[in-house]
Each structure stands twice: as structure tokens, then as C-alpha cells.
């Protein structure tokens, strides 16, 4: 299905967002604009046909893959513990490399059972990020609202500093900005270049003030940027990401019960709409090409031409 307005090229979704199976979630996102997708390591196990065959599906849609989530609670472990999750991210390295994903997620420790020193920390997320060198991966390292001592950008940016590894940088999540609180003036302690993905979502309340609230509506009540009570701060990190000149991807990531429970592509009409606001009405970069909608190209080439 050919959309007349052309796909949305700065915009992505998630495949947590959606209900079905992995070629119905792939076809909404395609048939509703959108050129890339998020994956998530169950759409692949959990694909009835098997890992090689999802594989096959993903490449077959032609959709780009932004990315592929999420390695949970890694760093800080000790022993056998750490030995175990090794083992885990060397699998999922090897799932996001077979989907031509060019990162992994990782998210900031939950773990009771997770060291606080922030060298320690450090030193496995770089031991993390040589794992993913021989594989031509990155990694973004998300600070969770909810983390047990890394829970806003802030913090995770340092650590991410300390571990000092090329291919290890960011990903921003405009729920843990928000749920945090972090004010968005900490973005600009941060190289831009080390941003390596940006993951946006809304919410329905003005605050989540406890973790648990905080993990509660980041699972299961977020909502698309526009259709909650901080758009407003949601745009404002758009317009801050791409004065500071981020030029990676941003991709809806919705976890959303309602939206769960009515067809795929209805709510990958949700996200187009959304798709469209951020570009058209909070960028107002936006230059319509045939079959085409690029922001961040207009703007690359206006830098490209300024003077220096």
C-alpha cells in the first residue's frame, strides 16, 4: 500500500506496541508510512516458524531495523550472575546481528543484587561493548526511571563516559525524562554523537512519583507524543535533540494495553499522526519529496552550505 503523503523516514515504532504476529505488526508499521522498526528479541523466539524464518520475515518487509531490545539488568553483577548474563548478551548480540539491527539496548540495573560503584558499572558496560566490536554493533546504554542507581540520562551519560568505548553511547527515552523530572538542560553536557537512539512516548497523568508508579505506566499506559498531558515537553526535547544536531533515529516506544486490544493497524494510524505533528507542526523542517518525507536531510544540507 503506497501512502500519498510518502513515508516518514525520522520515525519509527516499536514492535511492543502492537498486537498479532511479527508479519502483521511489520505490515501495519509499512502500510500506515513507516520505513523502520524497533524490534524486540521475543518477536524473533517467539515467531511460530522459528528464529531463521523471522529473520527472513523481517529482512522480506523492507523495513530497516532501528534497533533490537532489551538487554535487562547486565551491569554490576559479580560471579556466576555475571557470568550467566554474558551469556545472554552474546546471544542477543548475535539475534540483532542476524535482523542487520546496528545496536543493542541495554537498559540500567534493577538488581538488588547489582554493585552502586559507578566504575564497576562502567567497566562492564565496556566489557559489553568489546562483545559487540567483532559484531559491528553499538550499544545504548537507557537509564530507567526506575533504576536502582542509574535512573535518569544524567547518570547514565556518566557512566557511559567512564567506560570510555567507542561503540557504547546513549538512548534517551522521553517517558524517563519526564517520569524522572530530569531537566532537559542536562542535554546539553552530552555529545550528540554519543546519542545512539531516541525512544519517545507520552503519558495520561501529570506524574509517576514513585518507581513503582513510574514502571507501572512506562508497561502499560504510555501513549503516542500528542495524545498525552506532556506534549509539550515531549516537542521540547525534539527541538533540543535536533538543535544540539542528533542525527539518529527516533522511534515510538508505546507500551499501551488499550492498544493491545484493537487492530494493528489502526494503531500504527495512531503513531503516523503523531509521526506528522513532531515532523510537520514541531520541526516544521519538513521538505515533501516523491515518496519521501525528510527532516534531518534538509536541515544536513543547510549546515553543510553555512558558513563555518
Given at each position: ?158 557512566v557511559v563516559n ?141 549546515m553543510e552550505h553555512?558558513?563555518?
Amino acid at each position: 500500500m503506497t501512502r500519498a503523503a510518502g513515508f516518514i523516514d525520522d520515525f519509527g515504532m516499536d514492535t511492543i506496541t502492537l498486537s498479532g504476529s511479527l508479519p502483521a505488526k511489520l505490515a501495519a508499521m509499512r502500510d500506515a508510512g513507516f520505513t523502520q522498526v524497533m524490534l524486540k528479541a521475543s518477536d524473533l523466539t517467539g515467531h511460530a516458524e522459528g528464529v531463521e524464518d523471522a529473520v527472513r520475515v523481517v529482512k522480506a518487509s523492507g523495513l530497516r531495523v532501528t534497533g533490537f531490545q532489551v538487554l535487562r539488568d547486565f551491569e554490576g553483577l559479580s560471579g556466576h550472575l555475571h557470568d550467566y548474563k554474558v551469556d545472554i548478551a552474546k546471544a542477543m548480540l548475535e539475534m540483532a546481528r542476524a535482523v542487520g539491527a546496528p545496536l543493542l539496548l541495554a537498559c540500567s540495573s534493577t538488581s538488588t543484587h547489582a554493585t552502586q560503584d559507578l566504575d564497576a558499572l562502567a567497566r562492564d558496560l565496556r566489557k559489553l561493548a568489546m562483545l559487540a566490536v567483532p559484531l559491528r554493533l553499538k550499544i545504548a546504554y537507557e537509564g530507567l526511571s526506575w533504576g536502582r542507581t542509574i535512573n535518569e540520562f544524567t547518570t547514565a551519560w556518566e557512566v557511559v563516559n567512564r567506560a570510555d568505548a567507542p561503540n557504547l553511547g546513549l538512548g534517551i527515552d522521553s517517558f524517563h525524562i519526564v517520569a524522572a523530572k530530569t531537566p532537559l538542560d542536562a542535554l546539553d553536557e552530552v555529545d550528540p554523537a554519543k546519542i545512539f537512539l531516541v525512544q519517545l512516548a507520552d503519558f495520561m497523568w501529570q506524574e509517576a512519583r514513585s518507581f513503582e508508579e513510574r514502571m507501572t505506566t512506562a508497561r502499560h499506559f504510555r501513549v503516542f507524543p500528542g495524545e498525552g498531558v506532556h506534549s509539550e515537553q515531549v516537542a521540547e526535547l525534539v527541538l533540543r535533540l535536533d538543535a544540539l544536531g542528533y542525527g539518529g533515529d527516533y522511534s515510538f516506544e508505546v507500551f499501551n494495553d488499550d492498544y493491545q486490544q484493537i487492530p494493528p493497524g489502526a494503531v500504527a494510524e495512531r503513531a503516523r499522526a503523531s509521526a506528522l505533528w513532531l515532523g510537520e507542526d514541531v520541526l516544521r523542517r519538513s521538505v515533501p519529496l516523491p515518496n519521501a518525507m525528510r527532516l534531518r536531510k534538509a536541515h544536513a544540507a543547510a549546515m553543510e552550505h553555512s558558513p563555518r
